[in-house]
């Protein structure tokens, strides 16, 4: 198994640019979340889904919109970049009895 | 939402002295607590973890202790070797969603 695997790696973007991030999960996950992490502070939850087709938003989602059209994808989108978007993001997945979160790698996104 | 907070931000240890690291959160309705580690450019990891029936729990050098009632718990690392050098979280678990405290810098100095 994979685990959470998170596409692309690093990227960096021009303000105003837009871009998606693709985070995939093998385990059969129900749960999936996107967070951003910045210097001195912990992770941030941006988006979550408790299932196909669901998404609800969490403590900073202005800015960004996700989809999760298959159990297994959560996409992140950036419409229009801009600099304080800088960051770390991190997906993760969790199943539907354990409450034990698996993060994916990490993107390290730079925003000029 | 859930307010956490986490102390200290920083820890310098002697290679095999315990340390401590405390979180208090808000939420009443909070009911699994478990504590991440993170190794520079890595991601997170659980390291262990307590349901809200449970007071206390041990993996080898590490356990976590709770106390509902004032809403906090912490993590206990004794016997703390130079691997154990990380950033650590607490993320107590309400509704579907965890809430990440600001981190833990932990230093064991050989």
């Known amino acids: 198994n994979a685990g959470v695997t998170q596409t692309p790696k690093f990227r960096v973007l021009k303000t105003g640019q837009s871009m998606t991030l693709l985070c995939a999960q093998d385990?059969?996950?129900?749960?999936m979340y996107w967070y951003r992490q910045d210097p001195g502070m912990g992770l941030r939850l941006i988006h979550y889904?408790?299932?196909?087709?669901?998404?609800a938003k969490g403590e900073v989602p202005d800015g960004y919109n996700v989809s999760r059209l298959k159990k297994q994808n959560f996409l992140l989108g950036l419409e229009s970049a801009a600099p304080s978007q800088t960051s770390v993001y991190f997906c993760?997945?969790?199943?539907?009895?354990?409450?034990?979160?698996?993060f994916g790698p990490g993107t390290r996104l730079t925003v000029t | 939402g859930e307010n956490v907070e986490q102390h200290p931000s920083t820890l310098s240890v002697q290679e095999g002295d315990s340390a401590v690291i405390k979180c208090t959160y808000s939420d009443s309705a909070s009911n699994y607590f478990p504590w991440y580690k993170q190794e520079l450019g890595k991601r997170p990891q659980l390291i262990i973890d307590i349901r809200s029936n449970v007071g206390e729990k041990k993996d080898q050098r590490i356990a976590v202790t709770l106390n509902k009632t004032a809403k906090h718990f912490s993590l206990h690392i004794t016997e703390t070797q130079p691997e154990d050098s990380a950033v650590y979280f607490c993320?107590?678990?309400?509704?579907?969603?965890?809430?990440f405290g600001a981190g833990t810098t932990v230093t064991v100095r050989a």
């Open positions: 889904s408790v299932g196909e087709g669901t998404t």
């Open positions: 993320a107590p678990k309400s509704d579907y969603k965890l809430s």
């Open positions: 385990m059969n996950h129900e749960y």
């Open positions: 993760a997945s969790r199943g539907g009895i354990g409450y034990e979160q698996y």
